[in-house]
């Protein structure tokens, strides 16, 4: 019960960050209240058991990412002139559609009390016996290292060519 | 040899194409450092040969991989793979063919552009061969990472940046899209595993969870902005047209059948269960995709930008292979990829090749009186756009005759009579280049002397052109192949639920 009360804050919280972010005029004022989305996104996180994620969450995201994006905004100068995104009428009935849309999906979700998964244990049952077995870290660094060792070799290469493409694209003379 | 993937030297053996071309790739980012005096000099020719010797490699290891069978690893070991691999390493191939003498003329022969061909075509073996939805994430971003930056390599022309930029901010869009799809369906059955999640799904046709519908939504979605269909379509003209044009042949060939395939995978088998539901949204697509983009297409005037539309409309045809969702539309799906990359990246390869220096001549106007100073030249594109069309003698009027029969066999009687409709849409703009080419005369008698095709370049061509004919007149190898190759792939499926679309 408690659960639900703070997962529902936390949840509105980040809700409510996210509208901000994308209304705020000034990009500096976007990049502050994301962290806000951060920072709940994390409590979330941890609510269903998930520590090591949810501290991952703010040392990487709110920590690191967000300072990198504060440095791109002030080095190029951005929020001096501003322009709305949605210029045209349709423009506005598009992205009004697509918000009723969701909220209808929200709705329908809450009405039928979520559907459980077709098929294996998803959510904080499945977290908790990962978790209990193997430790908040051995959670995620066993399958990590195991069961998708391909895909962490080819996160690699991706790594290396997004360097390589970095110099390539952005280095005054090559 | 069978493979269990029980240990990692399994998945050594499986991946090995997708390693040997890695490895090779970085080999040759080391080699033209080292053969460099000093660092803003050009790279040697050498390196570009180096980089096909790559492919040559990768499609040797992929023609050992026939040999090996395995069932339940990550990446799959099927037919349906390897020719896919095959299609991508020949649209890579002709690629770099093509890009020898074009990179010197725009002086931007630098190594790494070969290096990041390379890379973004292990990402599409990969995304055309994941059994898995996170490393088919993985594959396309590392396929599409390395084609934006390859789309704005020529650094000092506006409009390639200008391309990269819209290419890059609509393709992360996609790629949200899909990973938002991708973790909706992942908490609607618990698995990302492709064969799991046709098992999963099963037949629980009747009352999906409105998780998983949103989930097959979104990655339909992500796949649409991919293969470029309409509406998704709405970055293709502009990154097409402001792309080095190598690049752009490739995003018009490998990068889209890479995702063709890796759409094909998923929905056809995973969600085969669901094939209801999620045909009429492909069909829709399929027929504005088909309709939409023949009719921008007869407006364009320059020929790089009509032929961007056309490779949207092909993807429309496609499409129709995919809502078909049978063994003869795989089949079909796999040669008309074939067809298409061979006629596509030929009539690529003639835009590169009427050019002057480092300025590119894609208006119609500049192909007046073609057909009589360079016979050769426009006799090849004359095939490449008449293959394109449909038209007989030519392999794309094979293809689009299996697409057909395979439609037919689905009862997609409306999508075939829409293809039909579309392609003769089609045949005014592909004639017109045609007709400019032979019946208007050039503006002045050496309008067209000394172009410059570099040898490579031929070989591109005459090969794709070589292709494209007999196609036509022995598809029966290639079919057959094609055919055997997807024996496997609706199995499971076919099993699961007793049924058998078309014969």
């Known amino acids: 019960m408690l659960t639900d009360i703070l997962f529902f804050f936390f949840a509105g919280i980040a809700i409510f960050c996210g509208i901000m972010v994308v209304t705020r005029r000034n990009p500096v004022a976007s990049a502050l209240w994301l962290i806000g989305t951060f920072f709940a996104l994390a409590a979330i996180y941890t609510l269903i058991g998930a520590f090591f994620i949810g501290v991952i969450q703010i040392l990487v995201y709110a920590g690191a990412i967000m300072v990198l994006f504060l440095f791109v905004i002030m080095l190029l100068n951005l929020g001096n002139d501003y322009q709305p995104d949605l210029r045209s009428r349709a423009w506005m009935i598009t992205a009004g559609g697509s918000g009723l849309v969701l909220l209808a999906i929200l709705g329908r979700v809450f009405a039928a009390d979520t559907t459980a998964p077709l098929g294996r244990l998803t959510g904080p049952e499945a977290v908790a016996t990962q978790v209990a077995e193997y430790g908040a870290v051995g959670a995620i660094a066993r399958p990590m290292y195991t069961d998708y060792m391909i895909v962490l070799q080819v996160t690699g290469l991706l790594l290396l060519v997004a360097v390589v493409g970095a110099v390539m694209l952005a280095k005054r003379r090559v | ?503």
């Open chain 2, 1 to 503: 040899m069978e493979l269990d993937f029980q240990t990692s030297v399994d998945y050594f053996w499986a991946l090995l194409p997708e390693i040997v071309l890695s490895l090779w790739a970085m080999g040759v980012l080391l080699a033209d450092v080292f053969q460099k005096g000093s660092r803003s000099e050009a790279s040697r020719p050498a390196i570009a040969w180096l980089a096909l010797a790559g492919i040559a490699a990768a499609a040797v290891a992929n023609v050992w991989l026939m040999t090996v069978t395995g069932t339940g690893g990550m990446i799959a070991v099927d037919g349906f793979r390897i020719f896919a691999n095959f299609i991508l390493l020949l649209a890579a191939a002709l690629a770099i063919l093509v890009s020898m003498g074009y990179l010197d003329r725009h002086a931007m022969n630098r190594g790494e552009f070969y290096v990041l061909l390379m890379f973004a075509v292990v990402g599409m073996m990969i995304l055309a061969s994941a059994q898995d939805l996170i490393l088919l994430f993985v594959g396309l971003e590392l396929m599409s990472v390395a084609i934006y930056v390859l789309v704005g390599f020529n650094r000092r022309d506006p409009r390639s940046g200008e391309a990269a930029l819209k290419y890059f901010l609509l393709g992360a869009f996609a790629s949200a899209f899909l990973l938002y799809g991708i973790a909706l369906v992942f908490g609607a059955t618990g698995t990302t595993d492709l064969a799991l999640l046709a098992e999963t799904i099963g037949t629980g046709v009747q009352d999906a969870p409105l998780l998983l519908m949103m989930g097959v939504g979104l990655l339909a979605v992500g796949f649409a902005f991919k293969v470029a269909a309409m509406p998704f379509h709405v970055w293709t003209p502009d990154a097409y047209d402001g792309a080095p044009t190598p690049i752009t042949a490739l995003m018009a060939t490998g990068v889209k059948a890479a995702a063709f395939a890796a759409l094909l995978r998923v929905f056809a088998v995973s969600f085969g269960g669901l094939h209801e539901t999620w045909v009429v949204a492909f069909w829709w697509l399929a027929a504005l995709t088909m309709i939409g983009a023949n009719l921008v297409a007869l407006t364009q005037g320059s020929v790089k930008r009509m032929l961007a539309y056309s490779s949207i409309a092909h993807a429309g045809y496609v499409l129709v292979a995919v809502v078909a969702a049978n063994a003869v539309g795989a089949a079909a799906f796999l040669f008309y990829l074939l067809v298409y990359t061979l006629m596509t990246a030929g009539a690529f390869g003639i835009v590169i090749a009427n050019a002057r220096g480092d300025r590119e001549r894609v208006s119609l106007e500049d192909y007046a009186g073609l057909g009589w100073q360079q016979p050769v030249m426009a006799a090849a594109f004359a095939i490449f756009l008449l293959s394109l069309a449909g038209f007989p003698l030519t392999g794309g009027f094979i293809g689009k005759l299996y697409i057909l029969r395979a439609a037919l066999a689905a009862d997609q009687v409306p999508l075939a009579v829409i293809l039909v409709m579309a392609s003769l849409i089609s045949y005014f703009y592909y004639l017109r280049v045609v007709i400019v080419m032979y019946m208007r005369p050039a503006p002045a008698a050496d309008t067209h002397a000394g172009l410059t095709a570099s040898r490579p370049l031929q070989v591109a061509v005459g090969v794709a052109a070589i292709g494209v004919i007999l196609l036509f007149f022995a598809p029966a190898m290639v079919l057959d192949a094609a055919q055997g190759s997807v024996a496997g792939l609706f199995i499971a499926q076919e099993a699961l639920f007793g049924l058998s679309r078309g014969p």
